[in-house]
């Protein structure tokens, strides 16, 4: 059974930081390929960051130069970086990944960017 657990979320100023962290209960972590994904209110669910088995990673374009995306697999666990948050980062962030057809997704963090 694969299982994400993310934290680190929560109501932030314009301009700061936070960083989420996602925890994964997965044989193998190493192996996988982990993306945050993020929901705003009436929106669809888009990539934010991915990171491969190898460490290579890519960003979409809206976070690119603020968001950094790292993982630890001693620890199981993906880390999302984000500085200069703005308003229009707000929204649940997800964690997943795609075993063979099938994705597995966390139940999400909220993230508020708001003064």
């Known amino acids: 059974q694969v299982q994400f657990v993310e934290s680190g979320g929560g109501l932030v100023q314009p301009g700061g930081s936070l960083r989420l962290s996602c925890l994964a209960s997965?044989?193998?972590?190493?192996?996988?390929?982990i993306g945050w994904y993020r929901q705003a209110p009436g929106k669809q669910r888009e990539l934010v960051a991915g990171?491969?088995?190898?460490?290579?990673?890519n960003y979409a374009d809206s976070v690119k130069g603020r968001f950094t995306i790292s993982r630890d697999n001693a620890k199981n666990t993906v880390y999302l970086q984000m500085n200069s948050l703005k308003p229009e980062d707000t929204a649940v962030y997800y964690c997943?990944?795609?075993?063979?057809?099938?994705?597995?997704w966390g139940q999400g963090t909220q993230v508020t960017v708001s003064s």
């Open positions: 997965l044989s193998a972590f190493s192996k996988y390929a």
């Open positions: 997943n990944t795609k075993i063979a057809t099938r994705a597995y």
């Open positions: 990171i491969t088995s190898t460490g290579s990673t």
